[in-house]
Nanobody, 123 residues
Framework: QVQLVESGGGLVQAGESLTLSCALS????????MGWFRQAPGKEREFVAR????????DYADFARGRFTMSRNRAKNTVDLQMNSLQPLDTAVYYC????????????????WGQGTQVTVSS
């Protein structure tokens, strides 16, 4: 059974930082990539960042590049998302996901999802 558990969400003010973490469990599952997505009320789920599990290389959505940093720790089976200079538009539920293969920015490419963690940025 593969499980993803996110943590670290909360309420911050504009300009502040927050780090989200995701723990992956499942003895036999080794992902090709891990991703972060977010979904704001009334909007579709959108890609935030992706890290290749094997070498840690990353890709970011345009809005995240330069402000967010994704990292993975293979020894601990965790991925983090460091978010800086947060703005009210970043308010959303953030999801961690694991993929075996596929187009990295499409939610349909991810096989397992966490329950999500709420990030709220006040102005």
């Amino acid at each position: 059974q593969v499980q993803l558990v996110e943590s670290g969400g909360g309420l911050v003010q504009a300009g502040e930082s927050l780090t989200l973490s995701c723990a992956l469990s499942g003895r036999t599952f080794v992902p090709w990539a891990m991703g972060w997505f977010r979904q704001a009320p009334g909007k579709e789920r959108e890609f935030v960042a992706r890290a290749i599990w094997r070498d840690g290389s990353t890709d970011y959505a345009d809005f995240a590049r330069g402000r967010f940093t994704m990292s993975r720790n293979r020894a601990k089976n965790t991925v983090d998302l460091q978010m800086n200079s947060l703005q009210p538009l970043d308010t959303a539920v953030y999801y961690c996901a694991a993929s075996r293969s596929g187009v990295y920015y499409l939610p349909s490419s991810y096989d397992y999802w966490g329950q999500g963690t709420q990030v709220t940025v006040s102005s």
